[in-house]
């Protein structure tokens, strides 16, 4: 189907503020190389913050990388470029990079991801998926007939959203108008004020009873992996309803099977899979209380010009004009 020309309006979201870093810590200034293949909208990125795109070589002291694919490419580049002290990798999650982050981080590499700026698209999705389960959508768009009256609206209810980065935020600010009961899980005590209520991790189970929507909204970590499974679904209400917009491997995939399968919750919404791509003839495909996006909450039309715009912001830092965006934290996995 033909599509009007896209310009995205999204604006960039931080998570949190910029990190200031200790004069002495800062990179020292120079070319940036684009990998794995140049794109034009990123040179022009960068040349537009005042920096200077080269190939990769003894000069270079940024890389901005482009793709999910090419982990090892992406190793043996930073391996035999030690003098790279800036890495720019291109979504929220660096789940896909977590080993090599691993293994060639140092001091003197900042890495930064896109964490926070693709905030508005992703929570726009998850309000979509919310909305159009809970007015019964997965029945209603395949049906042949006019049939019965059936829906809720998410006008007051209560809603629990796991994580606390710039989805989680955005997705608050686009809730406020349904006067819905919010719930914040995090890892940290830290309080996030537009919420109703700020809870860490341990208490994820005690907040789960009462919720009405769950969204899951948090990194994919070794601490974090099929942190929703049997256990989390039992506590749920039949009632209730999963949007999954962060990563698929957040939700033990054959616990929220033989939970739908048996009524204890009453449906899902999932634009991330485990695995992913979900299989054809896999029983998430026939369930019919589910809608599945194929990770399409951020398309490259929607993604292209906001990782532009923390290319453009981190590229100044680089040459010492404020603070890097999207800092990792290589201890915590994001």
Do not use: C
């Not at 004069?23 to 909208?41: C, I, N």
């Not at 693709?118 to 049939?147: K, N």
């Not at 204890?264 to 495909?285: K, N, S």
């Amino acid at each position: 189907m033909a599509r009007p020309a896209y310009t995205s309006r999204h604006r960039e979201v931080l998570a949190v503020p910029a990190e200031a870093l200790p004069a002495g810590d800062r990179p020292q200034p120079g070319p940036v190389a684009v990998l794995p293949t140049e794109s034009p909208l990123f040179v022009q990125a960068i040349e537009a913050a005042g920096g200077i795109v080269g190939a990769l070589d003894a000069d270079t002291r940024g890389i901005v990388w482009l793709t999910s694919d090419g982990a090892d490419e992406f190793a043996r580049a930073l391996e035999a470029n030690p003098q790279v002290q800036w890495v720019q990798l291109p979504w929220a999650g660096v789940d896909a990079f977590a080993e090599v982050i691993r293994t060639h981080d140092r001091p003197d590499l900042i890495w930064t991801s896109a964490k926070g700026a693709y905030a508005q698209p992703v929570a726009e999705h998850a309000l979509m998926l919310t909305l159009a389960l809970l007015r019964d959508l997965p029945d209603r768009i395949p049906a042949t007939t006019w049939g019965e009256k059936s829906g809720w609206s998410l006008y007051g209810l209560n809603v629990v959203v796991i994580g606390a980065g710039g989805i989680a935020l955005e997705l608050l600010r686009l809730l406020e108008p349904f006067g819905v009961e919010s719930t914040i899980v995090r890892r940290s005590e830290q309080v996030v004020p537009s919420a109703d209520r700020t809870v860490t991790n341990d208490r994820l189970d005690d907040v789960l009873a009462d919720a009405d929507v769950v969204v899951v909204a948090a990194a994919l970590t070794s601490g974090t992996e099929k942190l929703l499974g049997a256990l989390q679904f039992e506590r749920m209400k039949r009632t209730a309803y999963l949007v999954n917009v962060a990563r698929g491997g957040l939700v033990d995939t054959d616990a929220l099977v033989a939970a739908l399968a048996a009524g204890e919750i009453a449906g899902a919404g999932l634009d991330v899979t485990d695995p992913e791509p979900l299989p054809d003839g896999h029983p998430l495909w026939s369930e019919p209380r589910v809608i599945i996006t194929p990770h399409t909450a951020d398309t490259p039309e929607m993604t292209a010009p906001l990782l532009a715009a923390r290319v453009r912001h981190n590229v100044r830092a680089l040459l010492g004009d404020g603070d890097f965006a999207g800092r990792v934290d290589p201890r915590a996995g994001y």
